[in-house]
T-cell receptor, first 113, second 112 residues
Framework: DAGITQSPRHKVTETGTPVTLRCHQT?????MYWYRQDPGHGLRLIHY???????DKGEVSDGYSVSRSKTEDFLLTLESATSSQTSVYFC????????????FGPGTRLTVT | AQSVAQPEDQVNVAEGNPLTVKCTYS??????LFWYVQYPNRGLQFLLK??????LVKGSYGFEAEFNKSQTSFHLKKPSALVSDSALYFC??????????FGKGTMLLVSP
């Protein structure tokens, strides 16, 4: 967890509101991932990045967008929040390619009312 | 497509007894396998991985895992469980041609 921060840690928002979650890492990892964790589903990949301005969609990308303008920051935006996006969101930088482990941030608990 | 199955939602074991958390996988090509642990209200922590080489992999906190190619399994083990091992455990697989796929997790409860 060292060197990975997520903000905010908790957020309550209303349906239809845009929301941006931030992940910041200090280890200069090239790859970064956004997951959501829901009971019964484990972790599901939303979007990922393999470098500055290089991003791609994951399994559950609908309703989400990402941006990465600097190596250390990876932003996840819910364009118009819905109740189905109530979840815990984790950011995970990765030290190298597929052979390397991911390091998870502390998570953001998002509630959409 | 790649997938991971953790057939047990929960595993109960008494402190001091050996524990096993099961994981099977499906992947095209060589598998790259990982175990993570999640304590309450925390992010996942890396435990160990199998990339290549010895089938028995040793990791953090006394955990180990055995890669079995013929059974497509990567079970997590520990010789003597501690109450502090109680947590949610995730197995994950990557083929090298895709992103990491996680299982749904197994809750390990170690009773005193």
């Amino acid at each position: 967890d060292a060197g990975i921060t997520q903000s905010p840690r908790h957020k309550v928002t209303e349906t239809g509101t845009p929301v941006t979650l931030r992940c910041h890492q200090t280890e200069n990892h090239r790859y970064m991932y956004w997951y959501r964790q829901d009971p019964g589903h484990g972790l599901r990949l939303i979007h990922y990045s393999y470098g500055v301005k290089d991003t791609d969609k994951g399994e559950v990308s609908d309703g989400y967008s990402v941006s990465r303008s600097k190596t250390e920051d990876f932003l996840l935006t819910l364009e118009s929040a819905t109740s189905s996006q109530t979840s815990v969101y984790f950011c995970a930088p990765q030290g190298g390619d597929y052979r390397y482990e991911q390091y998870f941030g502390p998570g953001t608990r998002l509630t959409v009312t | 497509a790649q997938s991971v199955a953790q057939p047990e939602d929960q595993v109960n074991v008494a402190e001091g007894n050996p524990l096993t958390v099961k994981c099977t996988y499906s992947v095209s090509g060589n598998p790259y396998l990982f175990w993570y642990v999640q304590y309450p209200n925390r992010g996942l922590q890396f435990l160990l991985k199998y990339i290549t080489g010895d089938n028995l992999v040793k990791g953090s906190y006394g955990f180990e895992a055995e890669f079995n190619k013929s059974q497509t399994s990567f079970h997590l083990k520990k010789p003597s469980a501690l109450v502090s091992d109680s947590a949610l455990y995730f197995c994950a697989v990557n083929s090298g041609y895709s992103t990491l796929t996680f299982g749904k997790g197994t809750m390990l409860l170690v009773s005193p």
